[in-house]
Nanobody, 122 residues
């Protein structure tokens, strides 16, 4: 199984960025997908998740209303649209997958991607 995150970069505060995570080696539509991030010197934290076959999403309070997760099962890809970015959003962003039997709010993920760096300048 491979999860390849991309789309990170440098953006000014208030700007937007869209991350993508392409999955291979698994039946993508049978997996709940999540996004996490880890800022320098901090522990990894949950950002949000989307249920298998789409529809239901769940977000951390820190990003609710600014970030949106979506998925395209035909492309085996999950997206993280980030708007109104703040300097505190600077982190390496990781995508992760867990099978559909694990609840959307469970943090028990089966597979992890390599991460993509997002830097927000103030």
């Amino acid at each position: 199984v491979q999860l390849q995150a991309s789309g990170g970069g440098l953006v000014r505060a208030g700007g937007s960025l869209r991350l993508s995570c392409a999955a291979s080696g698994l039946t993508f539509s049978n997996y709940n997908m999540g996004w996490f991030r880890q800022a320098p010197g901090k522990e990894r934290e949950f950002v949000g998740a989307i249920r298998w076959r789409g529809g239901t999403t769940y977000y951390a309070d820190s990003v609710k209303g600014r970030f949106t997760i979506s998925r395209d099962d035909a492309k085996n890809t999950v997206y993280l649209q980030m708007n109104s970015l703040k300097s505190e959003d600077t982190a390496v962003y990781y995508c992760a997958a867990k099978d559909l039997y694990k609840g959307l709010r469970s943090f028990e993920y089966d597979y992890w991607g390599q991460g993509t760096l997002v830097t927000v300048s103030s």
